[in-house]
């Protein structure tokens, strides 16, 4: 599973979930670090990533437009990296759940 980190997370994730999510980038690191919305969605769809974000757009846009991309929404408020960290890995199973299932576009974690 390819995850694509949103400007509002920290890049560090990238290399803290390497074993889980092998491919994963974060969007500065594809030249989208100061890119809308809109951008960072088409290169998530067209490259084949979900969606990490804390940004509620990205969950409207779900709602909007379906998947591809597919998106998780963190819900954790201002929660420092290392707290994101271990959510994503305390929720490695739901999101390989998700990524498997065809007719679901988003996922809250909180």
């Known amino acids: 599973m390819k995850l694509l980190f949103d ?3 920290s890049f560090r994730l990238v ?3 390497q074993v889980e999510y092998p491919d ?3 969007v ?3 030249g989208l670090g100061e890119a809308s919305d809109e951008a960072v969605w ?3 769809a067209e490259h084949g990533y979900t969606v990490v974000t804390k940004d509620a757009d990205f969950h409207q846009r779900s709602f909007l437009f379906g998947a591809p991309p597919k998106v998780v929404w963190l819900r954790c408020g201002n929660a ?3 707290v994101i960290e271990t959510l994503l890995h305390r929720h490695y199973k739901d999101l390989l ?3 498997a299932n ?3 576009s988003f996922l809250v974690i909180e």
């Open 28 to 30: 500065r690191d594809v």
């Open 97 to 99: 759940q998700f990524s």
């Open 15 to 17: 290399k803290a979930l």
């Open 80 to 82: 420092s990296t290392q």
């Open 24 to 26: 994963s980038q974060h």
């Open 42 to 44: 088409r290169y998530a």
């Open 7 to 9: 400007q509002n997370l």
């Open 102 to 104: 065809e007719e679901g």
